[in-house]
Structures are given as C-alpha cells and as structure tokens.
C-alpha cells in the first residue's frame, strides 16, 4: 500500500473487492469465474479508480461529517474503490451512519460501476479510535500484556460489530507489527508485543 497525498493505492485492490463485495451474479460459474468476468467488462480506467482510496477529512480546508457534492462528483467520475474514514469523518452515530449510506449511493446510481465502495478506518483501540461514539477498548499492548486469545478475540468481536452496524466494512487493523525497535516514535503501545509469536497469535484470534 502506498499514499500519495490524500490517495491511498493499493496494488491487486480491483480483484480482490470484486471477489469480497460484488452482489452475487445471476450467471453461471465459479467465483473466480464471475470476478474474471467482471474485471473483462471494466475499462482500464474503472480499473485504475478501484485502486484509489482518497481521504476527504480536511477537503478544502475544513471538516467533513457529511458527503460533499465535490468529493461525490470525484467518486463518480473516477470509479473509485473506497475511502478511508478519520476521526474528523465520524463525530457521532447517526451522522456517520448517514455519511456511509451517502457514499454507497453515489455508486448505486452509476449504471457502469456496481461494485459498492470499500469504507475502510483505523480503529485499533486503545490510542487510534477513529470513531466519536462505540465503546473504547484497551490498546494491543493492554492486550498483548493478558497473553489472552480470548480477550483479543473479543476485541476484534466488539470493534468489527459496531463498523458493522455503521456500514464500514473494512477496518486496518489490528497493527500486526512487531514492537523490535522501542526507539520507533510510530508503534509502541500499537504492537500486541515484541514477541512475534505472541503478535502472531493474537493478532489471529
């Protein structure tokens, strides 16, 4: 994944949001089939807009919590892949499950473009919690200190529950990374641990 300014690209994301977001399709045939096929009709710009995730949380210079017409426009016109959402996005509960069903729509009514958006976030807990409203949980540290699968799975059970219930449907987290450098000014308490078994295991759970 790289960002280039507000955009986010990200190699391969045209097959796999075919694969996990598509309605499923009336003809015949395997998955890959299906994906195969869709890809085929697409343009090769409808392809490169798949691959951009643009961030509009200061767009032209102040907060957003609603959809704008210009960014509706940019998705629109570009056939793009999804957004990411931040804090200044997502103040409160109605008002972000409105932004999301705002920004789904603006793909429904394209007639060449069907696939919905992915409405991605970071919601890791702990020190990164995007979201205005939800229950705050323990950071992975926290976490990784109990050496609890059990717990970790109940957080990510809590945290991909209520982006569920928003609408967002993919979540960057949790940080898998391995806390190897205590100087990293980056990770610290966002790492499960230093351990990378023990990152490994709860990260899976």
Do not use: C
């Not at 890959?32 to 767009?59: C, H, N, V, Y």
């Not at 928003?166 to 205590?182: C, H």
């Amino acid at each position: 994944m790289k960002r280039i300014g507000q955009f986010t690209l990200t190699a391969g994301l045209a097959a796999v949001l075919v694969s996990s977001s598509l309605p499923v399709m009336a003809e015949a045939g395997s998955s890959a089939d299906r994906i195969s096929q869709k890809i085929d009709m697409m343009t090769l710009e409808q392809k490169i807009g798949q691959m951009i995730m643009p961030d509009f949380r200061q767009w032209n210079g102040s907060n957003h919590t609603s959809l704008a017409p210009e960014v509706a426009n940019i998705i629109d016109r570009y056939d793009l892949g999804g957004v990411i959402l931040f804090a200044e996005n997502v103040s409160e509960t109605e008002q972000t499950t409105k932004l999301v069903h705002d920004l789904q729509e603006v793909v429904k009514q394209d007639d060449s473009n069907d696939i919905p958006l992915f409405v991605t976030i970071d919601q890791e807990g702990g020190i990164v919690t995007r979201l205005g409203t939800g229950t705050n949980l323990p950071g992975n540290m926290a976490l990784g200190a109990t050496r609890s699968s059990a717990y970790a799975n109940d957080a990510g059970h809590i945290i991909g529950s209520e982006l569920h219930a928003l609408g967002i449907n993919v979540n960057f987290g949790p940080v898998l990374d391995v806390n190897s450098n205590p100087g990293n000014p980056v990770i610290g308490v966002r790492s499960f641990s230093s351990d990378p078994e023990l990152v490994g295991m709860l990260g899976s759970a």
